[in-house]
């Protein structure tokens, strides 16, 4: 048995006392990727992450998140990814996300200033595969800042800044393999508590607790029957938007396979789809499969955002969120911290007004 000092116990410990409070998981998880950070193996301060990713309030907080963005039955893979980036987001207290913000950090912020202009190509680049779901720009954004890593000269801050990009974005095999990169070839502590915790959500991506099943766009396209059957598909997007910028349009056009060579990888993706049985989800979703696709009751979060615009900018957000879904809140009140200052929500939402949306949202055309 690997024996650990002492201190690591102490972390794991502070982790699991913060975390039993509401809103104190990304905190104790925080500690966790530390550890992680120094000792890669300590399995339970990887298991310990997930059972803090488990608790039924952050799921219900991060699910209703979420649903301000993608809903839960678009099950498109590549919305899948843009969830697991949001996610990240939400959770990661890593100090260096907050510090490139600060003065005299500016250059964690936008990179080497030599290679800044290729730097910000291969952003944008990655922003098509990760806004609609054009994995051709995830492939030229490889290339992109693979040249801006080789041109500079500061391939430390290229690297860096290209791993929290892809992180940043849900790429976390990428993000892995950069930052894999930039500590064998440089003495970085950031780089590698970065990396622990890029590497836990690369290792965890398939189950974490608030994400929907990961699909193939079939439940996607069910609704979208019911709501508009006009609605143009993932690729004729794509190619207007190709066209529009004067980008090939190559993507739908990939050269064929040597049938020897098809069959080695048809064989080989076969393998690599057998996976180990999913942990059981803290979430039941087979309410995903069971929606008539008729339009329903607002979420509270709408009805609040509602309640803040005009008129007619309310109803076209009434319409907007018309087909997404009410999550229901646990039945066990929040643990607060009691040495934490208290917080009434309804000193700033009201849910009693609620109601005034009632005839509001149910008054509009199908």
């Not at 070839?185 to 959500?201: M, N, Q």
């Amino acid at each position: 048995m690997t024996s650990y000092p002492a201190y690591v116990q102490r972390l794991l410990d502070q982790a699991r006392d913060e975390g039993q409070w509401y809103c104190g998981q990304p905190e104790a998880a925080a500690l966790c990727f530390d550890v992680l950070a120094l000792f890669p193996n300590h399995q339970k301060a990887d298991k310990l992450v997930f059972e803090l990713f488990c608790d039924e309030w952050l799921i219900y907080d991060n699910r209703n998140a979420l649903q301000q963005h993608i809903d839960e039955w678009d099950d498109r893979p590549w919305q899948q990814r843009r969830r697991l980036a949001l996610s990240f987001r939400f959770m990661s207290h890593w100090v260096g996300w907050q510090r490139e913000y600060e003065p005299g950090y500016e250059h964690e912020q936008r990179g080497p200033t030599d290679v800044a202009d290729i730097l910000e190509a291969g952003h944008e680049q990655l922003l098509d595969a990760y806004c609609i779901g054009d994995n051709e720009g995830a492939n030229m954004a490889w290339a992109t800042f693979s040249a801006a890593c080789e041109k500079t000269k500061e391939p430390e801050a290229a690297l860096f800044w290209v791993g929290k990009q892809y992180a940043q974005h849900g790429f976390f095999a990428d993000s892995a393999e950069i930052l894999t990169e930039l500590c064998a070839r440089f003495d970085t502590k950031d780089g590698r508590r970065l990396l622990a915790e890029v590497r836990w959500w690369r290792e965890h991506a398939h189950h974490i607790p608030w994400l929907p099943p990961v699909g193939n766009g079939e439940r996607y396209r069910r609704m979208m029957a019911f709501i508009d059957p006009h609605l143009p598909t993932d690729e004729a997007v794509i190619r207007d938007l190709r066209a529009a910028s004067g980008k090939p349009d190559h993507w739908l056009q990939m050269p064929p396979l040597h049938p020897e060579l098809a069959a080695t990888v048809e064989a080989a993706v076969a393998e690599l789809s057998l996976k180990p049985p999913p942990v059981e989800s803290p979430v039941d979703w087979n309410f995903l499969d069971e929606d008539d696709g008729r339009p329903g009751d607002l979420p509270p979060w709408a009805k609040r955002l509602a309640r803040d615009f005009t008129p007619d900018l309310a109803e076209d957000l009434v319409r907007r969120y018309r087909w997404s879904r009410p999550i229901l809140s646990p039945l066990t009140p929040p643990r607060h911290n009691p040495n934490d200052p208290p917080f009434e929500p309804d000193e700033f939402f009201d849910d009693d007004d609620d109601n005034d949306l009632e005839d509001f949202s149910g008054n509009l055309p199908v």
